[in-house]
């Protein structure tokens, strides 16, 4: 991770963003992050809210973009639940969204959006027609139905309290939105698994601002992107100590159904000015950083997904912002893990 960082000053120094090479190398410091947090809600052209349903342990995520977003996306898990990705693929118009929506649910969940078509419809947003303006608004779903209660998933009204929450632009890590029913670590069983959740985090270097958010909802284990530690995953069945997920997962190489309901979706917003071919590109570049944190990833049985969208004007080169983005997005994926977690007493009544 420190040669990881110092490769990343040296990268935006050669391209502009700091310095000369020569200074670089005589003052670089291979420990020191060459970018400062920020506050994600600091993020120019998108708001942010969430709600939860508390007794069935589900919730929405929403992110609305005014007056819209361009935006990309890169899907890795072979069972994605989604709406509206298709019109991210550079070979479609050049349609802005107007919001991103992350939920529980299951694919019951997308029912969310319509509440969020609402809202924005009452809100003068969307693409003109010439006979109405429609909303564009992109989604995707956790499994979270083997946490709380597998009948309760959003719906339009939870999906219109979404947009409303994010009037006041209060983002929030851990067990909110659609974090509330994630867990990771389910190989074995939901008893030896762990809670996951929501997270932000954002950063800035010159004018350029990059934010990640993320449900981390994963079959596999997750790992400090620091240290490389395990932080959360599949336990003993006494839940007293770790097991090693990977190699409990190799035991087997026998063909199986492993469906356990998970997922981790998650979203890059930066202000910088891309197309949606690099959009899509820095999407799929955001992809290493769950390959970092989280092990196995992308199988069959996930729907891991990542959207990427520019909300802003700054310039900035498309190989930079990648590789930035991969290192905010594995500090929200720590962040979700580290703000979510409950003890037993509280976690393991919800699983099923």
């Known amino acids: 991770m420190i040669r990881y960082k110092y490769l990343l000053m040296v990268m935006l120094v050669l391209l502009g963003m700091g310095g000369t090479a020569g200074a670089a190398a005589k003052t670089a410091a291979p420990a020191k992050t060459p970018w400062q947090e920020i506050p ?15 007794q069935g342990k589900t919730g929405v995520t ?11 996306i890169d899907i890795s898990g072979g ?8 019109l991210l ?7 802005p969204v107007n919001a991103l929506l992350l939920s529980g649910g299951s694919a019951f969940g997308l029912a969310a959006s319509t509440g969020a078509m609402t809202y924005l419809r009452e809100h ?35 999906g219109y309290a979404a947009c409303v929450k994010a009037e006041a632009n209060d983002p929030k890590s851990g067990n909110f939105g659609a974090g509330t029913g994630a ?6 069983s939901m008893k030896q698994s762990m809670k996951g959740g929501l997270g932000f985090y954002a950063v800035q270097v010159g004018t350029l601002k990059i934010g990640a958010v993320v449900v ?11 240290t490389g530690a395990k932080i959360a995953g599949l336990k003993t069945p006494d839940r007293q100590e770790f097991l090693d997920g990977p190699a409990e997962f190799y035991k087997n190489i026998q063909p199986r159904n492993l469906f356990k309901g998970n997922t981790t979706i998650g979203a890059i917003v930066t202000n910088g000015d891309f197309s949606k071919a690099e959009l899509n590109k820095l999407a799929s570049m955001t992809r290493g950083a769950y ?15 990542i959207y990427a969208f520019s909300c802003g004007k700054v310039k900035a080169d498309v190989n930079v912002a990648g590789t930035l983005a991969a290192e905010v997005m594995a500090q929200a994926i720590a962040t979700a893990v580290k703000s979510s977690q409950l003890p037993d007493a509280e976690f393991l009544p919800y699983c099923r």
């Open 40 to 54: 994600f809600n600091t993020i120019e052209g998108v708001r942010t809210g969430s709600v939860e349903d508390n």
């Open 62 to 72: 929403a992110l609305l973009f005014t007056p819209g977003a361009r935006g990309g």
């Open 79 to 86: 069972g994605p639940a989604s709406r509206e990705t298709p």
């Open 89 to 95: 693929n550079p070979m479609t118009a050049e349609t």
């Open 124 to 158: 003068d947003q969307g693409v003109d027609t010439g006979y109405a303006k429609v909303p564009i608004v992109c989604q995707s779903c956790i499994f979270d139905l083997s946490y709380g209660s597998n009948t309760a998933y959003p719906d339009a009204a939870l």
């Open 183 to 188: 867990t990771v670590g389910k190989f074995i």
């Open 216 to 226: 981390v909802n994963a079959f596999g284990d997750i790992y400090d992107p620091e």
């Open 291 to 305: 390959s970092r944190c989280i092990k196995p990833v992308g199988t069959m049985i996930d729907g891991d997904s």
